[in-house]
């Protein structure tokens, strides 16, 4: 079988570069901003949805 394993010796060997912390402030105002964006078209999706289902709603009655 096939086994992939990695060494605890080895991840202390391992490099990994990160952005300068001027770089990394910008990318987390970013994210910041991104999870924000979403936070408000959600709650838009929502409210739209809401208003949706009362005209449907209304349709229906107003057939009935």
């Known amino acids: ?3 992939c394993a990695i060494y605890q010796g080895n991840l202390f060997e391992f490099l990994c570069p990160i952005p300068p912390l001027a770089e990394q402030s910008r990318i987390v105002t970013r994210i910041t901003q991104l999870r924000r964006l979403c936070a ?7 409210e739209r949805e809401a208003v949706q ?12």
């Open 40 to 46: 408000d078209l959600r709650q838009r999706l929502a």
């Open 1 to 3: 079988t096939n086994v």
């Open 53 to 64: 289902a009362r005209l449907a709603e209304a349709l229906v009655q107003s057939v009935a």
